[in-house]
Structure formats: structure tokens, C-alpha cells
T-cell receptor, first 115, second 112 residues
Framework: EPEVTQTPSHQVTQMGQEVILRCVPI?????FYWYRQILGQKVEFLVS????????KSEIFDDQFSVERPDGSNFTLKIRSTKLEDSAMYFC?????????????FGPGTRLTVL | GESVGLHLPTLSVQEGDNSIINCAYS??????FIWYKQESGKGPQFIID?????DKRQGQRVTVLLNKTVKHLSLQIAATQPGDSAVYFC???????????FGQGTELSVKP
């Protein structure tokens, strides 16, 4: 069964460094999302992406964040200058066109630890 | 200092019993609702969803009920098994397929 994959599974970085989190959505999906989950808390929406542009973003997704779909398969989240409070699990999700269903399929996540 | 995580509501059931997990959603304009299961260290896994034009939907061993009048969603799991132990999140969306707004989550613990 096709699934969303994410790399790395765990990323440790120093405060102020740039990180890139990578995702490979399910191949025929067209809508892509990033969410994050701080330890012990609920999942929070960051950004949605469709047709090579951001369709919606949350207050969390400030100028330090960016997303890109550099080729036909990868979807990346970049944090330019990480802060301690960016430490969280970051989940990528994808879904097909509306006719294919509305459920978003989540990847296993990348645990980001900022020291 | 360290942030303290939210204390999750916990539901403890005996194997074989039925489980009911409840969720209150926030936006009366929400038109799509979904339940996810999250096991420790893993991403949310889709269980079942329902659109606002329905009040009940059944899957394999699971049923979702939607009460728009009181903005309440529930997940019923029949014959609960130890493998059902996880945190269950409800989520809502108000533009069909847009961002999901997650609830706090309920931890289900199944005793063998």
C-alpha cells in the first residue's frame, strides 16, 4: 500500500542553524501539508500546498519557514534559523483530488531537536 | 524551561468491550470530520471520516456519529482489542479538504 515517507526520522541541530525536512508524498496525490506536534500536545497545522503554491498557512508559519516541491516527488519544509521552540515532531501529509477522498495521509514524522 | 504537555483524557476498557471516544469541535461551519489513531512515535493513522451532510458512518468495527446541533463527534470501537491502544484524535475542516484542526486527543488503554 502506498504511503507517505519522511526523512530523516530524527534531526538534531543547533539553535540558529537551518534545517530541511523532506517528504515524499503518495505519488498520485496533489495536495500537500505540513503539521507539527510538540511533545504531549495536539497536532497543529503549518501550511498547505497545491499547484506549486501555498494555499493556506498558520500563524506559526512565519518568515523563517518555507516549503518547496523541487521535483515531481519531494516536498520539503525549511526552517532558516531554528529556535528552541521549534523542537517538535513534524508531519507531512498528502491527499488526492477531491473525487479521491478528503482524508489526509500522514507520514511517520521527523523528530526535530533544537539544542 | 521545559514545556509541560497537556494531560490527555484517558479511557480504559477491558478487551472485548465497546469503546466510545468523544470530541467536541469548535466551528459550526466545519463540514468535514475525521478520526485518527496515533501510536507512540508514529504519525496519525486514518480511521474513519464523515461529511457534515451525514450523521452516522460505519466502517470495520468503527462507527462515527456526528451531532451538529451540539457540535459533537464520537468514535465507537466495537470489541476493542489490545492493538487499539493508542491516542485518538478528532479533527475538523471547514473548507472540505483544507487544513485539519485537531482536537486534544484521548488516550485509549485496553486491558487484556
Amino acid at each position: 500500500e502506498p504511503e507517505v515517507t519522511q526523512t530523516p526520522s530524527h534531526q538534531v541541530t543547533q539553535m540558529g542553524q537551518e534545517v530541511i525536512l523532506r517528504c515524499v508524498p503518495i505519488s498520485n496525490h496533489l495536495y500537500f501539508y505540513w503539521y507539527r506536534q510538540i511533545l504531549g500536545q495536539k497536532v497543529e497545522f503549518l501550511v498547505s500546498f497545491y499547484n506549486n503554491e501555498i494555499s493556506e498557512k498558520s500563524e506559526i508559519f512565519d518568515d523563517q519557514f518555507s516549503v518547496e516541491r523541487p521535483d515531481g516527488s519531494n516536498f520539503t519544509l525549511k526552517i532558516r534559523s531554528t529556535k528552541l521552540e521549534d523542537s517538535a515532531m513534524y508531519f507531512c501529509a498528502s491527499r488526492p483530488l477531491l473525487a479521491g477522498g478528503l482524508e489526509q495521509f500522514f507520514g511517520p514524522g521527523t523528530r526535530l531537536t533544537v539544542l | 524551561g521545559e514545556s509541560v504537555g497537556l494531560h490527555l483524557p484517558t479511557l480504559s476498557v477491558q478487551e472485548g468491550d465497546n469503546s466510545i471516544i468523544n470530541c467536541a469541535y469548535s466551528n459550526s461551519a466545519s463540514d468535514y470530520f475525521i478520526w485518527y489513531k496515533q501510536e507512540s512515535g508514529k504519525g496519525p493513522q486514518f480511521i474513519i471520516d464523515i461529511r457534515s451532510n451525514m450523521d452516522k458512518r460505519q466502517g470495520q468495527r468503527v462507527t462515527v456519529l456526528l451531532n451538529k446541533t451540539v457540535k459533537h463527534l464520537s468514535l465507537q470501537i466495537a470489541a476493542t482489542q489490545p492493538g487499539d491502544s493508542a491516542v485518538y484524535f478528532c479533527a475538523e475542516s471547514y473548507n472540505q479538504g483544507g487544513k485539519l484542526i485537531f482536537g486534544q486527543g484521548t488516550e485509549l488503554s485496553v486491558k487484556p
